[in-house]
């Protein structure tokens, strides 16, 4: 690992400011009219552990851990729709208990400096997401014959939007400030990977997005929002189909570039997940593939979408064929190194979420995916060694100030030096 040139540390110090909303200006995030680069993690289960005092403190614990490494934003659910310690125990009734919990992840969050990507359903059903919800519309006498309803559905988006509402409108038991008021929260993200494969045309659920996206900035005008996506191309792009990792993905019902087109999306949001989607055998055609799906993802987000993209999950499964800790490591730094290519010349790359950060002591958890800082010291100085890069480009403006033609090159070397 580099050590950063002398006074590095300095530039990034903000203890003294104000909390202030993230931003977007052109196809960059901005805190307070200074660039705002992402590193941060994914830790889903967040509000369910802060529930239990017994399991609240490893809460703190990864919110401790990530700042250790200079992490700076987390994304996490804020939903659990009719399962076990569910927040929302059936259309508009709530468990105020684990309301509660989910007030404290917030506002732990800011006490250790750490923004939220706050995800409001999943299209998954691990945490109930859209089919829990066409459960209730059948419970309620409607006539329901597909989880897609969901995003057709008239009552089914009442629902939604009713839990919308409810998210953005709290009041946090423990900061005694509105969601909607508080810069903590980074974004709202619409749904986690949502699908729609009962329409392949992607009119469905671009109808769904362009409403909802809609829906949240009239109660919440001032947060980003992002939608949730993977990044599939579709339909309206047939000249991008071939970087899509295989056939099925164009037939899922999304459309990466006409999708983050709707009104009120701020920034495009990608996953990355080559073991999933071309091999569970690891090959060097991953890695390949990271850095060509993120290269072409970068570029239309900067000269179609003209906004930020955010990688907002990406990782490599421990139970994958030929998998080892440094293909790991080596993954991670092909994104990071692709990452920091975009932000040395301006770009759309906005930041990475790694997938996913565990505390020690949680490994019934585990997805294959946890990354334990403690048990893990290369990846954890290679994601430290991130975390320095983007602070002193979120600092650029300052370092104008501050740093003289001396100092220059020395800033280079440690900046762009391909030893991640």
């Not at 399962?83 to 509660?100: G, H, T």
């Not at 299209?123 to 014959?145: C, P, R, S």
């Not at 699908?195 to 045309?201: K, V």
């Amino acid at each position: 690992m580099s050590v950063p040139p002398e006074g590095i540390y300095e530039l990034g110090d903000t203890d003294g400011d104000e909390w202030r909303m993230v931003e977007k200006k052109g196809h960059q995030f901005v805190v307070n009219n200074q660039p705002f680069y992402v590193n941060g993690f994914n830790t889903y289960w967040l509000m369910v552990f802060a529930v239990d005092k017994s399991t609240r403190g490893k809460v703190s614990e990864v919110f401790r851990e990530a700042s250790s490494v200079g992490l700076t934003v987390c994304r996490t659910w804020a939903f659990n729709d009719g399962q076990w310690r569910a927040l929302q125990k059936s259309p508009s009734v709530y468990d105020e208990d684990v309301f509660k919990a989910l007030d404290f992840v917030v506002s732990e969050a800011k006490k250790y400096k750490i923004r939220l990507i706050l995800s409001l359903i999943d299209n998954w059903d691990a945490y109930g997401g859209k089919a829990q919800y066409v459960k209730w519309g059948k419970i309620a006498g409607l006539n329901l014959t597909s989880e897609d309803d969901f995003f057709s559905d008239s009552t089914l988006k009442s629902y939604y939007k009713n839990h919308v509402q409810a998210i953005l409108t709290r009041v946090n038991t423990f900061t005694n400030v509105t969601y909607k008021d508080d810069p903590t929260i980074f974004a709202w993200e619409l749904m986690n990977e949502p699908r729609c494969l009962s329409d392949p045309s992607g009119n469905k659920l671009q109808a769904w997005i362009q409403e909802m996206a809609i829906y949240v900035k009239t109660i919440d005008p001032n947060h980003l929002l992002e939608i949730g996506l993977e990044g599939f191309y579709g339909p309206s792009t047939p000249d991008r189909i071939q970087s899509n990792p295989n056939t099925f993905a164009q037939q899922v019902g999304t459309d990466f570039i006409r999708n983050h087109q709707a009104l009120g999306v701020d920034f495009a949001s990608v996953h990355i997940y080559p073991d999933s989607w071309i091999s569970q055998s690891i090959s060097d055609a991953h890695l390949h593939f990271v850095k060509s799906w993120m290269e072409v993802h970068i570029e239309d987000a900067e000269k179609i979408l003209g906004m930020p993209v955010v990688f907002a999950e990406f990782g490599v499964s421990e139970s994958d064929t030929g998998y080892n800790a440094s293909f790991r490591d080596t993954l991670i730094s092909t994104v990071y190194s692709t990452l920091l290519a975009s932000t040395r010349k301006g770009g759309s790359g906005g930041g990475s979420l790694l997938w996913q950060l565990f505390p020690d002591g949680t490994d019934y958890m585990n997805d294959g995916y946890a990354v334990v800082l403690s048990k893990s010291p290369s990846t954890s100085n290679m994601i430290s060694l991130q975390s320095t890069r983007l602070m002193i480009f979120n600092s650029l403006c300052s370092m104008r100030c501050h740093w003289g033609c001396r100092k220059k090159n020395a800033l280079d070397a440690f900046l762009y030096h391909n030893d991640l």
